[in-house]
């Protein structure tokens, strides 16, 4: 690579504001493609810009740089977490370390340069070793500095500095070459020369990339990538050093656009290993471009026309040979790692909820045995009883506990009348079509969504119907599929379900059920699907709902039951 040096132009001012139009605008694209944590990109291209312009028109510009990025870095703190002091802090430290990786870069390319000649392929190998070391600079003071403004987390340190330092390498890596390629004066001569070749390059090697990213099959995707090293390396040894950069350029954005929209071989299920993988893949295009160019192409090779040593090729096929394995192997990795992670969580998931409704299930028998053992329970006596559970900390995502009635329509009228003398309105609903009804007498916790609940008719509803028949065919616990909650009527209905027990006074079986009953029904239990599942599943955060009663039921061989169904809505996945 060249190093510019001279005495100041007149056209500095120029040059400065040209340079800090190019950092800001670089920085505004590269904030349309920024991960959530550090606002990292896959390559910020101002530290390429920025690099580009001092190495072309030297010490005139960290004025510029150092400008653009305190701009940037305000710009970015009002955005997340406000101006404070210690924001401010921040992008002062962050600024700092910016421009001292730039001028570090600057610094020992220019010893590189000055210790070799420039048409030795170590120049390359210097080149990636100084930015390297140089964005790892950047990355580590701009990681801690986030950190110590409570902006980042601690334990998001490591992938916070390092999304950085792959992002300030590969804008150097691929921006910088790129910029330096179409300001110099021989390159710019040779494009003139032969321009018709240039272009016809660059349209196959834009085309390759959308064929490539757009209609590659699912089984040909994990290495068609490769095949635009293709024209990176026949542009890089044929045609020099803006051709290579361009489409090592073209083929970079194509794979930058479609890793960022979830999409290619690149993209997997975690976001710190996608980046990796691609910035991987971005390294191993320009590194490929900058070794045949150093040696084989443009100003780069020796005046008197002799081709380049064996030796740099050589260097350059076991580099890539170990980089698309060392790929594989970490794309391999990570996968197997996710899904393993994945597994384990799932495995824990159903532990957890097959202890948890195997306390539901014991929550419903002894609700059916309180009223075994009583001739009559009041709704005072139900509330205690439930009080006692502490059902919001017990028993997480139940809503209530509840109790509902067999109801012949001969015992209609007295049992409206023995609960309108503790609720004036209480009424049944909807009116029933046929009977017996099954109506929600009690639920408790009480309070305002509980009592929208009370005197539903649950044989309305053909999903709680399809539980209670076989809970009251055999005696046991059921369970229904998800259903809308009658609760929430008058909000966005939430998907929930119902756990039912059939219980009956002085009979013991259903078979041997006396003429009268005192009092006959299922001990139940409704439940938000969302709550109960994210208390099953706390390490995952997941939503869940559940809301639990106790439901009167007929017995076997008893009148059918027969339900309405309100269509629940789907939750957003």
Not at 90 to 113: P, S
Not at 147 to 157: F, G, K, P, R, T
Not at 397 to 413: I, K, N, Q
Request: include cysteine.
């Amino acid at each position: 690579m060249k190093i510019r040096t001279g005495p100041l132009t007149a056209a500095a001012a120029g040059k400065a504001l040209l340079c800090l139009a190019g950092y800001l605008l670089g920085a505004a694209a590269c904030l349309a493609l920024a991960v959530p944590n550090g606002n990292s990109s896959p390559l910020w291209l101002p530290t390429g810009i920025a690099l580009a312009a001092l190495l072309r028109w030297r010490r005139q510009m960290l004025i510029p740089i150092a400008a653009g990025s305190l701009l940037v870095n305000l710009y970015l703190m009002a955005r997340g977490a406000g101006l404070t002091q210690g924001a401010i802090a921040a992008a002062c430290a962050i600024t700092i370390a910016n421009l001292l990786a730039v001028v570090l870069a600057y610094w020992l390319i220019r010893h590189c340069g000055r210790a070799l000649r420039r048409h030795n392929p170590l120049v390359v190998y210097g080149y990636l070793l100084a930015v390297t070391v140089a964005a790892a600079v950047s990355g580590a003071a701009g990681g801690i500095a986030l950190v110590a403004a409570d902006i980042v987390a601690a334990a998001d340190l490591v992938q916070v500095a390092t999304l950085w330092w792959l992002g300030d390498l590969m804008a150097m890596l691929l921006v910088t070459p790129l910029l330096a390629a179409w300001t110099a004066a021989p390159e710019l001569r040779r494009l003139r020369r032969h321009w018709l070749g240039h272009g016809a390059v660059w349209l196959a090697a834009a085309v390759a990339t959308v064929a490539i990213y757009r209609w590659s099959p699912p089984a040909w995707a994990a290495w068609t990538p490769f095949l635009l090293l293709v024209p990176v390396l026949w542009a890089a040894f044929a045609q020099g050093a803006i051709a290579s950069t361009t489409v090592a350029a073209l083929a970079a954005g194509g794979a930058v656009w479609v890793t960022l929209a979830g999409n290619g071989p690149f993209a997997t299920r975690d976001q710190f290993h996608s980046l990796l993988a691609l910035d991987m893949y971005l390294a191993l295009l320009a590194i490929a471009g900058m070794v045949l160019t150093n040696t084989a192409a443009g100003h780069f090779r020796d005046t008197d026309g002799s081709r380049p040593g064996r030796w740099p090729v050589v260097t350059l096929a076991l580099c890539l040979a170990i980089t698309v394995a060392a790929w594989h192997g970490i794309a391999a990795w990570s996968e197997r790692r996710i899904v393993e992670q994945f597994r384990a969580v799932v495995n824990d998931a159903w532990q957890q909820m097959d202890y948890r409704i195997g306390n539901y299930r014991r929550m419903l028998t002894a609700g059916r045995a309180f009223f075994d053992a009583s001739d009559d329970v009041s709704a005072a006596e139900w509330r205690a009883y439930v009080g006692d559970f502490d059902l919001e900390q017990a028993f997480p995502g139940t809503l209530g506990l509840g109790y509902a009635t067999w109801v012949p329509e001969h015992e209609r009228a007295a049992f409206l009348a023995r609960q309108r003398m503790e609720r004036p309105g209480f009424h049944i609903w909807p009116e029933p079509a046929a009977w017996p009804a099954v109506v929600a007498t009690y639920l408790a916790p009480v309070n305002a969504r509980n009592e929208r609940a009370i005197g539903f008719n649950l044989l309305s509803d053909p999903v709680r119907r399809a539980a209670l028949e076989p809970a009251i065919a055999h005696g046991g616990i059921g369970s229904t599929a998800a259903l809308a909650l009658v609760q929430d009527l008058d909000r966005p209905a939430q998907l929930g379900f119902l756990m039912f027990v059939p219980c009956i006074a002085r009979a013991r079986t259903w078979a041997r059920r006396p003429a009268a009953w005192r009092h006959c029904g299922a001990s139940s239990t409704a439940r938000s699907a969302s709550a109960t599942w994210s208390a099953a599943c706390s390490a995952t955060a997941v939503p869940s709902h559940c809301e639990s009663m106790t439901c009167t039921a007929a017995p076997a061989g008893g009148p059918s039951t027969t339900a309405h169904h309100r269509p629940a809505r789907r939750p957003a996945t």
